[in-house]
């Protein structure tokens, strides 16, 4: 109970913090965030939309590992535990894409450019919709649990070539691209620390909240199952 | 083993040319995609670079229409039990992959042939270079829709799933396909296309090692 206190406080922090702190040119206070050149107060979705981008990853990497786990154990609890994961991860990818692209409309001026990584979150949208609509088309539980394991298996070993072909055919405009000037991490360019300090807070509070949300997915649908089982066979 | 999944081969070789199911809706399906192409370009003068492109959404559509014949024709005449008493599931495998792959050379050969008569723009280059992707796209095409068929002979939706869960798989490969159509259009020499052949080449091995390594799993469901 504790920690979902400390969580709420934690998000809520990074929500205000993020949002409302002031971005000035020479900052002074600790509540200032500096003033990036090209960005300006763009510069503030970059606590919400990083976040999300990067559970789309972990929830998906967690889907694929669960999904492995099946295959080698063949419990149906690991399926039901992928499914959940991806679920969560398809939320993430949407809000990702959706931030991405109002950001995108204000940085770069079109709210699509397929820039490597645009594409490769495009790529992850298609690879999901198709393994959810392969679940749903399949009635038995272990047959479900068996194809859509081997499925996210087969789209994962395609992500490498995603890397390493994307950047040779389009241009990239996210930071780190191949072909960027200020190349380097993303983080350590131009931000100081309160601002680090908060995006990382808010690294930390997705991540935490993505875990939890995951349990609370899993149990939920152990539970529907449940009940089903009771309704339908008395 | 080998003889065996040869055997299985000239099985479905037989009773594709008694029925000629799959080569029939290839043929149709690709003179089909090209009227189409060329009903929508009509008197435009299109640039080489574009018609590259189409030649690749012809080739992934008509290889979407027919390649799921392979796993989908043994579940609907019920003979997948007596395959899997009589062969192991690699022999199987290599059997329909086989034909695959004999299929999409066949439907890909005649799409060239037919796209470069009727496009005057689609003018290769560097045909080397064309050719040696050409036959690595299509082994990559082949090993690829095996195994996505294989999936969706065993899931219930079997015509409109199959194109949805074969595109995101085969992206990679279309994409750097199209750019070395390109650059064998402009007649760009085989070095500076190293990187493109090596990403065909390397989704060829990593997609036929995947596809053996799960095909176990899918045959046994």
């Given at each position: 109970m504790v920690w979902k206190i400390f969580l709420f406080l934690l998000l809520a922090f990074v929500s205000v913090a993020?949002?409302?702190?002031?971005?000035?040119?020479?900052?002074?206070?600790?509540?200032?965030?500096?003033?990036?050149?090209?960005?300006?107060?763009?510069?503030?979705?970059?606590?919400?939309?990083?976040?999300?981008?990067?559970?789309?990853?972990?929830?998906?990497?967690?889907?694929?590992?669960?999904?492995?786990k099946y295959l080698r154990k063949k419990n149906l609890d690991d399926d039901l535990k992928s499914y959940a994961s991806a679920q969560l991860g398809m939320i993430?990818?949407?809000?990702?894409?959706?931030?991405?692209?109002?950001?995108?409309?204000?940085?770069?001026?079109?709210f699509w450019n397929w820039d490597p990584r645009e594409t490769s979150i495009f790529a992850l949208l298609l690879i999901y919709?198709?393994?959810?609509?392969?679940?749903?088309?399949?009635?038995?539980?272990?047959?479900?649990?068996?194809?859509?394991?081997?499925?996210?298996?087969?789209?994962?070993?395609?992500?490498?070539?995603?890397?390493?072909?994307?950047p040779r055919i389009m241009t990239g405009l996210h930071p780190g691209s191949a072909d960027d000037t200020n190349a380097g991490p993303v983080v350590n360019f131009k931000m100081n620390g309160n601002m680090l300090l908060i995006f990382f807070l808010s690294l930390i509070g997705f991540t935490i909240l993505y875990f939890w949300m995951w349990r609370v997915g899993y149990k939920s649908i152990l539970l529907k199952d449940k009940l089903d089982k009771k309704f339908i066979r008395g | 083993m080998s003889s065996k999944s040869y055997s299985l081969f000239l099985k479905d070789l037989k009773s594709e040319l008694r029925t000629r199911y799959a080569i029939n809706a290839l043929a149709m399906f690709i003179i089909v995609a090209i009227?189409?192409?060329?009903?929508?370009?009509?008197?435009?003068?299109?640039?080489?670079?574009?018609?590259?492109?189409?030649?690749?959404?012809?080739?992934?559509?008509?290889?979407m229409s027919g390649l799921s014949r392979a796993f989908v024709s043994e579940e609907e005449r019920g003979t997948t039990l007596a395959l899997q008493l009589v062969a192991s599931p690699t022999t199987v495998f290599s059997g329909k992959l086989i034909f695959n792959i004999i299929l999409v050379f066949a439907m890909n050969t005649v799409i060239a042939i037919l796209y470069s008569v009727l496009f005057e723009e689609f003018i290769i280059r560097n045909f080397?270079?064309?050719?040696?992707?050409?036959?690595?796209?299509?082994?990559?095409?082949?090993?690829?829709?095996?195994?996505?068929?294989?999936?969706?002979?065993k899931a219930g939706a079997k015509g409109t799933l199959y194109p949805v869960l074969s595109f995101p798989i085969l992206l990679p490969l279309i994409l750097a396909s199209v750019q070395l159509t390109l650059f064998a259009i402009d007649g760009i020499s085989f070095e500076s296309a190293k990187f493109e052949l090596a990403i065909v080449i390397s989704y060829d091995v990593i997609m036929l090692t995947a596809s053996y390594m799960l095909f176990d799993f899918i045959w046994k469901e």
């Open positions: 993020g949002i409302s702190f002031p971005i000035v040119e020479n900052p002074t206070k600790w509540y200032e965030f500096p003033l990036i050149p090209g960005l300006e107060e763009n510069a503030k979705i970059i606590f919400f939309h990083v976040p999300t981008a990067w559970l789309t990853v972990i929830a998906f990497l967690m889907s694929t590992l669960y999904s492995f993430f990818c949407i809000l990702a894409t959706i931030t991405g692209s109002v950001w995108a409309k204000f940085a770069w001026g079109s919709g198709a393994w959810f609509a392969l679940r749903s088309s399949i009635e038995s539980e272990e047959k479900r649990a068996t194809l859509s394991a081997v499925y996210s298996m087969i789209a994962f070993v395609t992500v490498p070539f995603f890397i390493f072909i994307m | 009227s189409v192409i060329m009903f929508s370009v009509g008197q435009e003068k299109i640039s080489p670079s574009l018609t590259g492109g189409l030649f690749w959404v012809v080739i992934f559509f008509t290889a080397l270079l064309f050719l040696t992707s050409f036959v690595f796209g299509n082994i990559g095409l082949a090993i690829s829709s095996t195994i996505i068929a294989a999936i969706i002979a």
